[in-house]
T-cell receptor, first 112, second 115 residues
Framework: GNSVTQMEGPVTLSEEAFLTINCTYT??????LFWYVQYPGEGLQLLLK???ADDKGSNKGFEATYRKETTSFHLEKGSVQVSDSAVYFC???????????WGAGTKLIIKP | NAGVTQTPKFQVLKTGQSMTLQCAQD?????MYWYRQDPGMGLRLIYY???????DKGEVPNGYNVSRLNKREFSLRLESAAPSQTSVYFC??????????????FGNGTRLTVT
C-alpha cells in the first residue's frame, strides 16, 4: 500500500544551521506531497506542497522538491531559527481526495 | 479569527464511560475531519464529512461515531471508552474535499486519557 517514511527525531541543531528532514514515499501512482508543521500546543498547518514530479514547494524559507526517481520529498532550510522548533509531518494523497497518508513526524529542536 | 475550535482541551475517562468531543469551524468550510495522533504513528483518519449531511469512515473508525450537526459543527462520540483510545484528537476542516488545492485547517487538539 501507500506509505510515507520520515527520518526519526528528534533532530537537534544550532541556530543558523542547515536543515534537512528526509521523507520518502511508496505509492502506486503519482501522489501529491505535502509538509505540515505542528508548533508546540497547536494543531498542524500546511507548510508547503508539490503536486507533480520536479515541482518545488517553498514557504517561510523552507523548500522541498518532488523527486520521482528517488520517491523523495526532503525538507530543507538554509538557516534555521529557534522559532522553527516544531514537529514536521510529511504526507501524500492519492486517489481519495479526503485521505492524506501521514509520516510519523520529525521533531526539530533548535538551540540558540 | 477563531478558525477551528475544539472542546474540551483535556479529558480523563474511565473505561466504559462515554463522551463527545465537539468541533466547530467558522470558515464556511464544506469538509470536516477527525484524526487521532499517537506517538510514532503520525495522524490517522477516524471519520470525515465531505459536506453537510454526509459522513464516511476513515482508516480507524471502530469505537467511534460522528455527527455532522450542521455546516459548522462536527462531533466525535466515544460510546464506551477503552484504554486503546487514549490519544490526542484533532478536528480539521477544508474548503472542499480536493486536498490537492484545499489545505487542512486544524484545531488545537483534545488530549484524552482513558484509565
Amino acid at each position: 500500500g501507500n506509505s510515507v517514511t520520515q527520518m526519526e527525531g528528534p533532530v537537534t541543531l544550532s541556530e543558523e544551521a542547515f536543515l534537512t528532514i528526509n521523507c520518502t514515499y511508496t505509492a502506486t501512482g503519482y501522489p501529491s506531497l505535502f509538509w505540515y508543521v505542528q508548533y508546540p500546543g497547536e494543531g498542524l498547518q500546511l507548510l508547503l506542497k508539490a503536486t507533480k514530479a520536479d515541482d518545488k514547494g517553498s514557504n517561510k524559507g523552507f523548500e522541498a522538491t518532488y523527486r520521482k526517481e528517488t520517491t523523495s520529498f526532503h525538507l530543507e532550510k538554509g538557516s534555521v531559527q529557534v522559532s522553527d522548533s516544531a514537529v514536521y509531518f510529511c504526507a501524500l494523497i492519492m486517489d481519495s481526495n479526503y485521505q492524506l497518508i501521514w509520516g510519523a513526524g520529525t521533531k526539530l529542536i533548535i538551540k540558540p | 479569527n477563531a478558525g477551528v475550535t475544539q472542546t474540551p482541551k483535556f479529558q480523563v475517562l474511565k473505561t466504559g464511560q462515554s463522551m463527545t468531543l465537539q468541533c466547530a469551524q467558522d470558515m464556511n468550510h464544506n469538509s470536516m475531519y477527525w484524526y487521532r495522533q499517537d506517538p510514532g504513528m503520525g495522524l490517522r483518519l477516524i471519520y470525515y464529512s465531505a459536506s453537510e449531511g454526509t459522513t464516511d469512515k476513515g482508516e480507524v473508525p471502530n469505537g467511534y461515531n460522528v455527527s455532522r450537526l450542521n455546516k459548522r459543527e462536527f462531533s466525535l462520540r466515544l460510546e464506551s471508552a477503552a484504554p486503546s483510545q487514549t490519544s490526542v484528537y484533532f478536528c480539521a476542516s477544508s474548503v472542499m474535499g480536493g486536498l490537492y488545492n484545499s489545505p487542512l485547517h486544524f484545531g488545537n487538539g483534545t488530549r484524552l486519557t482513558v484509565t
